[in-house]
């Protein structure tokens, strides 16, 4: 009897243990959104990105002190001041089993380069240059200094896969924004999990790619389910109760509670994505008077903002260059003044006020639909009279395309890492042909800025470089050509065992296939 309750108790605990190595394989994630697309190249937005490093493979990406690390590209060195030849890593492998090469690396830069949202950040490159399978070159056209920044934001598709025709016959490699294609709903690239199953807004489930390349990740999730849950008490809630294993964002409010809570493990990060509000200058001829954008700027209190709505988690701006990017100017600081900004728009012939709509998402970033409700507040103090209309990121963003509304909300992070990528997509003249202004709302002009910008991007002395980004931030600030607002911290919260203090970044694009969980 004793040898037969042995038995079963060595087969229970045999079983328990094979329960819980498999349930550490499985990652269960609640985002306060899940991404619109499949296709890495329709948005260029944080869950576009957070979603290709899972799917897709780049060149190369960010590690966490902002330095370097090789990926499909094993290798690369600088030719010459236009030129920099790139060596593909062997056996890399796409989802449909072919080979990842030189072809597919040129296929996908020239969509890249097609694209509505991304051609802007690759305007200052030729057409690759194959040289053979596992060897190209990325050409300037004039001397560039983030070629390797770039690099982080060439995800390879699987050329063969995303070509001909799809079953209602369509072109497969069609590039639709905020529509339906052929690339949004299907995927084949070489990232280190392939798609099992999407429900858009409901469920995504990624399985770990048994051929990737990368057998020296530590990495053990063999399988993510990703659930969308857009209200921040239920997703502290799930995570509280077991239900899921990581969550992001954490608002400020709930960091404390998390972090008294001995089974969760919270990271959080200083960022540098800047909050900003946009004035549309098409839709308000007012907002074309550099008083009148003057005037919301001084009425909106910033500094308050980051204190009562982030509870101290941002760091108030004046300007979009973050404490360490080479544009940031310490002299540009917040400045609050209620007198000033009425006197402003007295100055301007709107001493009657002015009546005028937002638009702001509900969940893209944190806290955004409080932050615009308290903008509104504000601005009513010197008689401009808004009508705040919030959605869901996904009708965000069709809505911001076609600049609807005159007070636009739009969060930035850096491309780049740099001052210069703020600039170009949200404050330089917009221009479909080059991508440059693709997220200016607000229909900003001012060729000096342009000319500064375009003389930066060229520029290979940093001293110098800095010196002009510098001088294109404070002529921003003088015209007021864009409110910002504050610089967003990060946080994360996870179930204890769950190592995402080795992953998370700056960025803010967790590397999960490289994730632990013990």
């Not at 016959?169 to 299907?186: C, H, I, P, Q, T």
């Not at 509870?311 to 000033?340: C, I, K, M, N, W």
């Not at 308290?374 to 209309?389: D, N, P």
Request: proline share 7%.
């Amino acid at each position: 009897m004793r040898t037969r309750w042995s038995r079963l108790l060595l087969m229970g605990l045999l079983v328990a243990l094979c329960t819980t190595a498999a349930a550490q394989h499985t990652l269960r994630v609640a985002y306060d959104a899940d991404p619109d697309s499949l296709d890495p190249h329709e948005q260029l937005s944080g869950a576009t990105l957070q979603l290709s490093h899972l799917l897709f493979d780049p060149l190369l990406r960010w590690k966490q002190d902002r330095s370097f690390e090789p990926r499909v590209a094993e290798r690369w060195e600088r030719i010459d001041p236009l030129t920099t030849r790139f060596h593909l890593r062997p056996g890399v492998k796409f989802h449909s089993g072919r080979p990842l090469t030189s072809q597919d690396v040129a296929w996908t830069f020239a969509r890249l380069q097609r694209s509505p949202d991304f051609k802007g950040l690759f305007a200052p490159f030729k057409p690759v240059r194959v040289i053979d399978d596992h060897t190209f070159e990325l050409i300037t056209h004039q001397p560039y200094p983030l070629v390797l920044n770039l690099a982080t934001y060439i995800f390879v598709l699987d050329r063969q896969f995303y070509q001909g025709q799809d079953e209602q016959g369509r072109n497969k490699e069609a590039l639709v924004k905020s529509g339906d294609s052929f690339a949004a709903r299907n995927v084949s690239g070489s990232g280190p999990f392939r798609l099992v199953s999407r429900q858009q807004g409901v469920r995504l489930e990624l399985q770990r790619f048994a051929d990737h390349w990368d057998r020296q990740s530590p990495g053990n999730v063999e399988r993510i389910v990703l659930t969308p849950i857009k209200e921040d008490a239920t997703r502290i809630a799930a995570l509280l109760a077991g239900d899921v294993d990581f969550i992001a964002p954490v608002p400020p409010a709930d960091l404390p509670r998390l972090q008294r809570q001995p089974a969760i493990e919270v990271v959080t990060m200083t960022g540098t994505r800047i909050i900003t509000l946009q004035l549309n200058q098409q839709r308000v001829p007012a907002f074309a008077d550099p008083r009148v954008r003057r005037a919301v700027r001084l009425a909106i209190n910033n500094v308050g903002i980051s204190e009562k709505i982030m509870r101290g988690f941002a760091t108030p701006a004046a300007q979009l260059s973050p404490t360490g990017y080479p544009g940031h100017d310490p002299a540009l600081v917040p400045r609050f003044d209620l007198a000033e900004a009425r006197q402003l728009l007295q100055q301007a012939g709107h001493g009657q006020g002015l009546k005028v709509t937002m638009l702001a998402p509900n969940n893209r970033y944190v806290n955004d639909e409080q932050i615009a409700q308290a903008v509104v507040g504000m601005l009513a103090k010197i008689g401009i009279g808004v009508e705040l209309k919030t959605v869901p990121k996904a009708q965000y963003w069709p809505l911001f395309d076609q600049s609807a509304a005159d007070m636009l909300m739009l969060g930035w992070q850096s491309d780049t890492e740099d001052s210069g990528n703020f600039f170009e997509f949200m404050l330089m003249t917009h221009d479909s042909q080059n991508g440059y202004g693709q997220y200016n709302s607000g229909h900003y002009r001012n060729p000096a800025l342009d000319a500064l910008l375009l003389q930066a991007q060229t520029e290979l002395d940093p001293a110098r470089r800095a010196q002009l980004l510098q001088q294109a931030e404070r002529l921003v600030h003088d015209d007021a050509a864009i409110i910002p607002l504050h610089w967003q911290n990060l946080a994360w919260a996870a179930r204890r065992g769950v190592r995402i203090d080795r992953i998370v970044n700056v960025m803010d694009f967790p590397y999960l296939g490289d994730l632990v969980i013990e």
